[in-house]
């Protein structure tokens, strides 16, 4: 049977049933503790260094469909999301950070990234994903992991964001990179009065 | 069916239903004379129409209830049973397309115990049917399946008990609208002058305009007036609320360009609450630089005419009174769902013309979505703005001390350019005419309150 995240997923690519070996799941996990830390300690270009040029980085939107239409209760890519990125459109968005006059985020947010319930597959790479370059490394991974991500801002605001990350990570000589993300954030309004932050 | 408007306002209801010997008493209804809450003369206002929770109450049925509110885009229904669900004001409603293919709107309430009969944010069906008891309804709204029928008495007629239609349903180049008030003027007639402004966004080519599929929403902590009068009137709040922004659309390592933060432009008053804003300049562009390649503006100044695309065609803001509003540039048109004086929800569609190739659509929707999205560079400032003002607004003194709507008092007047009353690019004056008939409303008994 069809699931939403095999939805989300098959895009990109079809992960074969292999589970990765315990050396490489540690490597990913601590890959992506390393990544929450940057992300809730505001250090976005280091962050962006996690990243491959040919990234793409989705957070589709969700809607509440009958159940017999439930293919479409996740948008279809061209429809609406609430990123649709690469890795030079964040860079552009945290070049505005630096700005000191974002005020969405100035006073900063506080955030905490919660990752959990890490799955890494070995992956069937195309073409397109296994092109790394010189070391001729092509080793990718199909991870799905479970986030939580809490946000505080100001006084008294606060935000609860939890949902589920299917990542597409290609092994270069600089370690595990980022190559395709997608989000699936578990609200169909959003329940915040913006996204300011990264999942 | 129960759309006989003349029945309408009998019991003191806005829609014509059976209602027997019941009767609301007036006190569940106490109205507030708003007069001295508004100043549009002047350009004060009292913060209390922002925070007070009978004044919410008196919109819902003195705005809301008669004015046109945006339903939907008419590229949303393509066959028989295509629906989509919304709200006016607090309402919801189900917008479908019935077997005749016109585009009608229901009460998205069984007329049993109230329930929603469709909990699908859009799809294709045949008919709605209530989860609760099972009663059902057809795309024209009739009541088709009544379980346990013969309990009822001899003078239940299923045809006094089908969905309550929105008696009027317009479009407008594609923007759906409708109202409660079947006494209302046209849609054409209710939008005035506000058209020529609108169409310099929705009628580039002649061939129409469609939506990106699916719809952001988001909530923010704001009464929905907020962001409304904004999208009339204000143009001021650009160069400090989106100075980080602008500085990401000026070339690196340089700060925003000069004509884009001191430009000259109009800001269109519209007597019937609406407003539109833009700067006036020759080569006034699309932002997206695939939709700017492909842009024929020659063509649309020979169709729209130099003063629209010089002006309303590309940049600046709008809002349809009360809570619809647009950006040309990114083809960014939103409501501002209202739900409680503090919290609103907004709902934005993408539109982009039919002409396009698909890329430049797509260019046009990651533009719109990383400039006017939720995580919009530009939209994140706003919702900080509206949700700081409502934030602090419950204390005694702070609600107590009005605000000031001054900027540009006087200024409007024919300029001889563009259409009706304008006011500089840099003005409180749509604002003004915004408030001026949300006063007028609020005073105003609505048609169902008129004893005929």
């Given amino acids: 049977m069809s699931t939403t995240s095999d939805r989300v997923a098959t895009p990109f690519l079809a992960a074969d049933d292999r589970h990765s070996d315990l050396s490489t799941h540690f490597e990913v996990e601590q890959f992506y503790y390393r990544e929450a830390e940057l992300l809730d300690e505001c250090r976005f270009s280091e962050w962006l260094e996690l990243l491959a040029d040919d990234l793409v980085y989705w957070m589709p939107t969700r809607t509440d469909r009958l159940r017999r239409q439930q293919a479409l209760s996740v948008a279809a890519r061209g429809e609406a999301a609430f990123y649709d990125e690469t890795k030079s459109s964040l860079e552009w968005r945290i070049r505005r950070f630096d700005s000191g006059t974002a005020w969405a985020e100035d006073p900063p947010s506080r955030t905490r990234h919660l990752i959990t319930n890490v799955r890494v597959r070995h992956a069937n790479p195309t073409d397109d994903l296994a092109a790394t370059g010189a070391d001729g490394d092509t080793a990718v991974y199909a991870v799905r992991s479970n986030f939580l991500v809490y946000r505080n801002r100001l006084q008294r605001e606060e935000n609860l964001f939890a949902g589920e990350r299917t990542d597409i990570l290609r092994r270069t000589g600089d370690g595990l990179l980022i190559v395709r993300r997608t989000i699936l954030l578990d609200q169909n309004v959003l329940l915040a009065k913006n996204i300011s932050i990264f999942f | ?452």
């Fill in chain 2, 1 to 452: 069916m129960t759309s006989t408007p003349e029945l309408a306002g009998r019991a003191g209801r806005p829609t014509a239903t059976p209602a027997g010997p019941l009767h609301r008493p007036s006190e569940l209804t106490p109205t507030i004379d708003v007069s001295g809450l508004v100043d549009a003369d002047g350009g004060l206002l009292d913060r209390a129409i922002f925070t007070d929770h009978q004044i919410y109450q008196q919109e819902l049925r003195r705005v809301f209830a008669p004015s046109w509110l945006f339903l939907a885009h008419t590229d949303q229904f393509r066959r028989p049973g295509d629906f989509f669900t919304t709200y006016m004001g607090e309402d919801p409603v189900i917008v479908t397309m019935d077997k005749s293919r016109a585009v009608r709107a229901y009460l998205n309430s069984c007329r049993h115990r109230g329930a929603r009969v469709c909990r699908a944010d859009a799809g294709t069906t045949r008919n709605f049917t209530c989860t609760y008891h099972g009663w059902a309804y057809d795309l024209e709204g009739r009541l088709v399946s009544v379980p346990n029928r013969e309990g009822y008495p001899d003078r239940f007629d299923t045809a006094d008990w089908g969905l309550v239609e929105v008696p009027r349903v317009e479009n407008h180049r594609g923007l759906i609208f409708g109202t409660w008030n079947p006494r209302a003027p046209s849609l054409r007639e209710a939008l005035g002058g506000m058209a020529w402004y609108m169409d310099a966004m929705l009628d580039h080519d002649g061939a129409g305009t469609e939506v990106v599929g699916g719809v952001h929403k988001w909530v923010l902590e704001g009464n929905w007036k907020l962001s409304a009068e904004q999208f009339a009137t204000d143009w001021y709040h650009v160069n400090m609320s989106h100075a980080s922004a602008l500085m990401l659309l000026a070339p690196a390592g340089k700060s925003p360009r000069d004509e884009i933060v001191h430009r000259a432009g109009r800001q269109y008053v519209d007597p019937n609450g609406h407003g539109a804003g833009f700067p006036v300049h020759p080569k006034n562009r699309f932002d997206a630089l695939a939709v700017h390649q492909w842009f024929d503006y020659e063509a649309a100044r020979a169709r729209l005419g130099d003063a629209r695309v010089e002006g309303p065609m590309t940049n600046g803001h709008a809002t349809v009174f009360p809570n619809f509003s647009y950006l040309p540039v990114n083809g960014s048109v939103r409501v501002w769902h209202p739900k409680g004086p503090d919290r609103m929800e907004v709902w934005a569609w993408t539109l982009v013309d039919r002409s396009m190739p698909d890329e430049v659509k797509e260019a046009q929707r990651l533009y719109n979505l990383r400039t006017f999205g939720p995580s919009g560079v530009f939209e994140a400032d706003d919702g900080e703005n509206w949700s700081e003002v409502q934030a602090i607004s419950r204390g005694f003194v702070t609600n107590s001390v009005p605000l000031n709507y001054q900027m540009g008092l006087g200024s409007e007047r024919e300029d001889g350019r563009y259409p009706g009353k304008t006011s500089e690019l840099y003005s409180d004056a749509a604002g003004r005419a915004f408030y001026r008939r949300w006063q007028s409303l609020m005073n105003t008994p609505a048609w169902y309150e008129v004893d005929r």
